[in-house]
């Protein structure tokens, strides 16, 4: 587990982290802005949870599961126990960071996760 995370400027992410996490994955941003509208209509209104900073925008995303068809957004940090997650709507995570275009097809009972807000994803199934 990473140590807690320290406060994140979303500004520092958008296109710019989106197109350096592309680069990373051999996908353009044309193809991932193509991948994205075929998909919004159907995903982007589901709940998904995510931990507290994440939802209090202190952290980048670093960590997503998808198991059981529930999605968790997380920052992969330490969090007090009394702390709960929180349930958003993934068409608001998608606006504030077009690099989850990059991930929103992980199968059930996959995991994925990045060092930074730039780095690209990593993929593996749950065990």
Same mark, same amino acid.
């Given at each position: 587990m990473r140590p807690a995370c320290e406060v994140w400027n979303s500004a520092t992410s958008g296109l +710019? @982290?989106?197109a350096a996490a592309a680069s990373h994955r051999g996908t353009t +941003?044309?193809?991932a802005a193509a991948l994205s509208n075929d998909k919004s209509a159907r995903?982007?209104?589901?709940p998904v949870f995510v931990c507290s900073h994440v939802f209090k925008r202190r952290c980048p995303i670093l960590l997503v599961s998808h198991s059981d068809e529930d999605w968790e957004f997380l920052c992969g940090? @330490?969090?007090?126990e009394e702390e709960l997650p929180s349930d958003v709507s993934l068409h608001d995570l998608l606006e504030a960071d077009p690099t989850l275009w990059m991930i929103v097809d992980l199968p059930v009972n996959w995991e994925a996760e990045r060092e930074s807000a730039e780095a690209a994803w990593e993929k593996w199934p749950i065990h």
């Open positions: +710019l @982290a989106c +941003l044309s193809n995903m982007t209104q589901k940090g @330490a969090h007090e």
